[in-house]
């Protein structure tokens, strides 16, 4: 059986994951981030949706899933996690760093050839 060779990126960009609502895709993010690679990962808001958490949506394994994997990947891999209108609970998070993931208001991508 031959072995998949991931692709390898700079730059992945991906957003409105919306983690702990209802339409959340956890399981298909998660098989995303397995199957890509990268050497820099921005999270472009709105990856926990605090307002549907608020509101009693339910927090699932799946999203626990990804926040590890986020995690694991940070160890690794630069990533830049950018606070979005739902999940605004990260403003005091601004300007710190978990485990490798780095919280901002807003990023400018820096690309060249």
């Given at each position: 059986?031959?072995?998949?060779?991931?692709?390898?990126?700079k730059t992945i960009?991906?957003?409105?994951?919306?983690?702990?609502?209802k339409?959340?895709?956890?399981?298909?993010?998660?098989?995303?981030?397995?199957?890509?690679?990268?050497?820099?990962l921005?999270?472009?808001?709105?990856?926990?949706?605090?307002?549907?958490i608020?509101?009693?949506g339910?927090?699932?394994?799946?999203?626990?899933?990804?926040l590890?994997?986020?995690?694991?990947?940070?160890?690794?891999?630069?990533?830049i996690?950018i606070?979005?209108?739902?999940?605004?609970?990260?403003?005091?998070?601004i300007?710190?760093a978990?485990?490798g993931?780095?919280?901002?208001?807003d990023y400018?991508l820096?690309?060249?050839?």
């Amino acid at each position: 059986m031959g072995r998949n060779v991931q692709p390898t990126y700079k730059t992945i960009v991906v957003s409105d994951l919306h983690l702990g609502s209802k339409g959340a895709k956890a399981a298909e993010v998660n098989e995303f981030l397995k199957a890509n690679s990268c050497h820099q990962l921005i999270l472009n808001g709105d990856i926990i949706d605090g307002w549907a958490i608020n509101r009693g949506g339910k927090w699932r394994k799946e999203h626990t899933k990804v926040l590890g994997k986020l995690l694991r990947l940070s160890n690794d891999i630069q990533i830049i996690w950018i606070r979005g209108n739902h999940d605004e609970f990260l403003t005091e998070f601004i300007g710190n760093a978990f485990g490798g993931i780095e919280f901002r208001e807003d990023y400018t991508l820096q690309y060249s050839e």
